[in-house]
């Protein structure tokens, strides 16, 4: 039986690869049945010291990969080009250049089976999904999304993509202990799918991988296998 391929996309000052290093676990988890396909963000983030970065997506610390060269997928403040998932706004900044992004790396690297999105990453994922099912975008096809750490943007043009709940299958995994994205903000994701599964777990801004997630990682992939 061949393996899921799964577009996976990073959060805020993340980048393909560091993700990639980040979601190591993840990958050893699920090898037999899922291969992960990972995809960078258009936009570069301007470097901060890290004090000065709380809202830093870290996964889990540094990696080899490294998050060098930190990106993103839309700025919620247009004028410093920079993004906090509480921040309100009118209008956002690249949303449209990242959205291309991914229908080439769809048309490139796919066909894909599903998508799975880290915090900022999630967040773009649950707005993909919606383009696809208003049908504004014919080559994307995902059969599933797993949103880690996911929210619904506070962004006033964003709105649009939470009009009628979504009907591709969807896990909605979050950290009890997540400070970056509490999970009470993930949980107001969740009206934005018709059947969404949760995975909790006790920790924080990370995807989990532990062998406790193995069974419902894998009992949410086997009906697309």
Partial sequence: MAPLRVLCVHGYRQNGGSFREKT???????????????????HSVHQVRSEEAPEKESGSGPAPGGDEDPRGWWFSDVQARSFSAQQQCEE???????????????????PFDGILGFSQGAAFVAMLCSLQEQKLE???????????AGFPSACKEHQKFYSAPLQIP????????????????????????????????????????????????????KSFQ
């Fill in 24 to 42: 190591g676990a993840l990958r050893k988890l699920l090898k037999k049945h899922v291969e992960l396909v990972y995809v960078s963000a258009p």
């Fill in 170 to 221: 969807s896990l909605h995994v979050f950290g009890l202990e997540d400070r970056v994205i509490p999970d009470n903000m993930s949980r107001e994701l969740l009206p934005s799918f018709q059947q969404p599964q949760v995975l909790t777990h006790p920790g924080g801004h990370f995807v989990p991988a532990a062998s406790a997630h193995r069974q419902t990682y894998q009992d949410f992939l």
């Fill in 92 to 110: 956002s900044l690249g949303l449209n250049e990242s959205v291309t992004v991914v229908r080439e790396a769809v048309k490139v690297q796919g």
């Fill in 138 to 148: 014919p080559e994307f096809n995902f059969r599933f999304a797993v949103l880690v």
